[in-house]
Structures are given as C-alpha cells and as structure tokens.
C-alpha cells in the first residue's frame, strides 16, 4: 500500500479540499488475478461539507 499522499501542486490548480487543505489520496496495488489493478481511494470528510 502505498501510504496517504499530498497532492503536490493541485493548491495551483484550485485542487483543493473544501477547507483549503490539500488533496490527498491512498494507493493499493491488486494482488492475485487482479495484480495489473489498481484501487484508488480519495477520502471525502462530510462533516467539513457546507450545510
């Protein structure tokens, strides 16, 4: 697995989580016959979402 990664540069790109913070992301290779796959997880933190 790879462990939680910034996005770097997406601040520039207006890439950003709702508070201002940056973007981020966990990577998790596929193993057995789903070796050549990938599962990308982005998190979303609903309690930082406007009511």
């Known amino acids: 697995m ?3 990664t ?3 540069g ?4 207006g890439a ?3 508070d201002g913070t940056l973007s981020d992301y ?3 290779p596929g ?3 789903g070796a050549n796959s ?3 997880q982005l998190e979303v933190r ?3 979402l406007p009511n």
């Open 2 to 4: 790879v462990p939680l």
């Open 6 to 8: 910034l996005i770097k």
């Open 10 to 13: 997406a601040d520039a790109k």
């Open 16 to 18: 950003v989580c709702l």
């Open 26 to 28: 966990h990577l998790h």
């Open 31 to 33: 193993f057995g016959s």
């Open 38 to 40: 990938w599962l990308i």
């Open 46 to 48: 609903v309690s930082q």
